[in-house]
């Protein structure tokens, strides 16, 4: 006969049933539903639901977008963005002073530049005198663990609103687009920035980027975060209203990915990340879980960014506004749904408030 040890171990295996050993003897209950077909036992209390997650929400893995306009002084509400605000280099000690108190640990900034002249080559974007520049200065001053990422684009700072250096008959010039938003970069980089994100999309802009830091000294000392999946997404609206990036004429799906394009995204991401990009973003996030999830997979030794962009915080607001849920559950979800997807840094206009949830 069996001991009862062993017909234990068989019943489970071969029968998956439950088993009963009165007094030493084994038998079988019958009809009773399988062992593992009972899950709720495993989440029943709130301490061990928290357990179920591979990766815990923590405050370091959200990163904070702030608008840096060229008014020292300004500190101007953006209707399209709840909460948001275009900031002047004046205003940043009193605005982000309480928020790394509370333990924010990074921002990216985007520059808004108002009142300067704009040419087709986006001469202001590395300005000495303009906001990103002196942001960056006033903050490595003020507060020097606070981790500093730059928007490097050109969109923001050209009279036609486009990414990029344009031909004659108006489509994108790629390699001087290239060259000059790396000059860019590097730029942003000597000013003391610890990281550059490229948001172009422009073919090889990656490695051109690496190589410059490189070939001015900074290969080892700056990080180079790639949106690499960067979708022509309708969800920019608010962030353009923003930053006053909307183009002047045209759109730009010749150099953001197609929504439809997953092949397009997996190509892009393995490219980014063979030209050197130390962090891989998908942009934006919600809508794109699944390339969130490829970028994971296909590059796990890397960081995986995601943006969770203007659009859907304004409709996370929104849907809370007109009473479809509570803003702070739905805040959680979006984002939990990002991590799980595999991301391991946010960027999101709710970083102020997780600061204060988490």
Same mark, same amino acid.
């Given at each position: 006969?069996?001991?009862?040890?062993?017909?234990?171990?068989?019943? %489970?295996?071969?029968?998956?049933?439950?088993?009963?050993?009165?007094?030493?003897?084994?038998?079988?209950?019958?009809?009773?539903?399988?062992? #593992?077909?009972?899950?709720?036992?495993?989440?029943?209390?709130?301490?061990?639901?928290?357990?179920?997650?591979?990766?815990?929400?923590?405050?370091?893995?959200?990163?904070?977008?702030?608008?840096?306009?060229?008014?020292?002084?300004?500190?101007?509400?953006?209707?399209?963005?709840?909460?948001?605000?275009?900031?002047?280099?004046?205003?940043?000690?009193?605005?982000?002073?309480?928020?790394?108190?509370?333990?924010?640990?990074?921002?990216?900034?985007?520059?808004?530049?108002?009142?300067?002249?704009?040419?087709?080559?986006?001469?202001?974007?590395? #300005?000495?005198?303009?906001?990103?520049?002196?942001?960056?200065?006033?903050?490595?001053?003020?507060?020097?663990?606070?981790?500093?990422?730059?928007?490097?684009?050109?969109?923001?700072?050209?009279?036609?609103?486009?990414?990029?250096?344009?031909?004659?008959?108006?489509?994108?010039?790629?390699?001087?687009?290239?060259?000059?938003?790396?000059?860019?970069?590097?730029?942003?980089?000597?000013?003391?920035?610890?990281?550059?994100?490229?948001?172009?999309?422009?073919?090889?802009?990656?490695?051109?980027?690496?190589?410059?830091?490189?070939?001015?000294?900074?290969?080892?000392?700056?990080?180079?975060?790639?949106?690499?999946?960067?979708?022509?997404?309708?969800?920019?609206?608010?962030?353009?209203?923003?930053?006053?990036?909307?183009?002047?004429?045209?759109?730009? %799906?010749?150099?953001?990915?197609?929504?439809?394009?997953?092949? !397009?995204?997996?190509?892009?991401?393995?490219?980014?990340?063979?030209?050197?990009?130390?962090?891989?973003?998908?942009?934006?996030?919600?809508?794109?879980?699944?390339?969130?999830?490829?970028?994971?997979?296909?590059?796990?030794?890397?960081?995986?960014?995601?943006?969770?962009?203007?659009?859907?915080?304004?409709?996370?607001?929104?849907?809370?506004?007109?009473?479809?849920?509570?803003?702070?559950?739905?805040?959680?979800?979006?984002?939990?749904?990002?991590?799980?997807?595999?991301?391991?840094?946010?960027?999101?206009?709710?970083?102020?408030?997780?600061?204060?949830? !988490?």
């Amino acid at each position: 006969m069996l001991s009862s040890f062993w017909a234990i171990c068989w019943a %489970t295996e071969r029968c998956r049933k439950i088993v009963k050993i009165p007094d030493g003897s084994v038998s079988f209950v019958k009809d009773v539903a399988e062992c #593992d077909s009972i899950l709720q036992g495993g989440y029943a209390h709130p301490t061990s639901r928290k357990w179920q997650a591979k990766r815990q929400l923590t405050k370091s893995m959200f990163m904070y977008p702030i608008f840096i306009t060229d008014d020292p002084d300004a500190s101007v509400e953006i209707p399209t963005l709840p909460g948001q605000r275009r900031w002047g280099v004046n205003k940043l000690e009193g605005f982000i002073g309480p928020l790394v108190e509370k333990g924010l640990e990074s921002v990216i900034l985007f520059g808004v530049p108002l009142n300067c002249v704009k040419d087709g080559r986006g001469t202001p974007a590395d #300005d000495a005198s303009g906001p990103v520049i002196l942001a960056i200065k006033k903050l490595r001053q003020l507060y020097p663990s606070l981790y500093i990422a730059c928007d490097v684009c050109l969109c923001e700072y050209t009279d036609h609103g486009h990414c990029g250096l344009l031909n004659n008959d108006s489509t994108i010039n790629t390699p001087p687009s290239v060259a000059r938003i790396a000059e860019v970069a590097v730029n942003y980089a000597r000013a003391g920035a610890h990281c550059v994100a490229p948001s172009d999309m422009m073919d090889g802009r990656i490695k051109s980027i690496k190589r410059g830091l490189m070939d001015a000294g900074f290969g080892n000392k700056c990080t180079l975060m790639s949106y690499s999946a960067k979708f022509a997404s309708s969800l920019y609206g608010p962030f353009r209203d923003a930053a006053g990036s909307a183009p002047s004429f045209g759109d730009r %799906t010749c150099y953001q990915l197609p929504p439809t394009a997953r092949g !397009l995204a997996r190509r892009a991401i393995q490219r980014d990340a063979n030209e050197g990009a130390d962090i891989i973003m998908v942009k934006p996030a919600l809508p794109y879980l699944d390339i969130i999830s490829d970028a994971a997979e296909l590059t796990p030794d890397h960081p995986i960014a995601c943006y969770q962009v203007s659009g859907e915080f304004a409709m996370v607001h929104a849907g809370a506004a007109a009473g479809v849920y509570d803003l702070k559950t739905m805040a959680f979800e979006s984002v939990e749904g990002m991590v799980r997807a595999g991301a391991t840094l946010i960027l999101t206009y709710f970083t102020p408030d997780f600061l204060e949830w !988490l």
